[in-house]
């Protein structure tokens, strides 16, 4: 019944999968502990169709508009659209409309906006704050020792169920500085678990990418964001899709 298309993204899904269980294995934890987030920006929405079939439904988009698009087009399935890129506060409209999640929280301005919007529309939405662990000027998030101040104004926004921290980490190919992000994200996450007000609950660690995501793993991920691993490389270097993030450093993946 599958197409070709299908069958190479089921392929390559079984082999991220298989990756993380090994990573699992080398830091003693369970696979079903982390959670494979499927990334689609750029790709098309027939493809997503493909994806789909091949038992992907959950999506994590960049952009919010692409990914309006797309939850149009594919209406007809029950998909679940997780945004996990930097988001315009007048944008905040259209994540309420679709979105089961969104990863990049990183301002009141915008919890305010969201709050008000889902409230309106009588939904919640997981919430993850996005930290910048990599001290890049470039990046989005708040700074580490932001998050406490801004965990703590979080209960006011009772529409957004905090979950957890995400973060991208430095694009170096030495590891070292790489696996430092993630620790840096782990550690803040174990701190600020017993400070947190009760209604925030930082189970979730959203970090490692496709060429990072088994580092990530090892230091306690339970949500990647996988991307090319599964859909095949992207046609422009990563500074296209994040304009707003410089350009240079992000080329390297
Ligand atoms: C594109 C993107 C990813 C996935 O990157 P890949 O290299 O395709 O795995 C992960 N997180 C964010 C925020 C992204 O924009």
């Known amino acids: 019944m599958d197409n070709a298309a299908t069958q190479l993204i089921r392929e390559r899904c079984d082999e ?42 959950e999506f994590g988009e960049n952009k919010i508009q692409e990914a309006d698009a797309k939850a149009e087009r594919l209406a007809d399935l029950p998909v679940i659209w997780s945004i996990i890129g930097h988001l315009q506060t007048n944008k905040a409209k259209q994540v309420a409309r679709f979105a089961r999640e969104f990863q990049a929280l990183d301002s009141l301005r915008l919890a305010e906006a969201l709050e008000r919007r889902l409230q309106s529309t009588g939904r ?24 406490a101040d801004f965990l703590r104004a979080l209960p006011a926004y009772s529409a957004l169920r905090v979950r957890g921290l995400m973060t991208l980490a430095v694009f170096d190919p030495d590891t070292v500085r790489v696996r430092a992000c993630f620790r840096r994200l782990r550690a803040l996450r174990d701190r600020l678990r017993d400070m947190a007000p009760p209604a925030i609950v930082l189970d979730e660690l959203s970090m490692g990418m496709s060429g990072d995501f088994e580092i990530a ?37």
Do not use: M
């Open 16 to 57: 991220v999968r298989r990756r993380i269980a090994q990573a699992c294995v080398r830091a003693g934890r369970a696979p079903e502990e982390v959670r494979l987030l499927p990334v689609t920006k750029t790709v098309a929405a027939e493809r997503l169709r493909e994806a789909f079939a091949a038992g992907l439904s």
């Open 124 to 147: 919640g939405l997981d919430v993850l704050v996005q930290v910048n662990t990599s001290d890049e000027a470039s990046k989005f998030g708040l700074a580490p020792e932001a998050v």
């Open 217 to 253: 793993v090892e230091e306690g991920a339970t949500v990647v964001r996988v991307g090319q691993a599964i859909f095949g490389p992207r046609p422009l270097p990563d500074s296209h899709y994040w304009p707003d993030a410089g350009g240079g450093a992000a080329d390297q993946r």
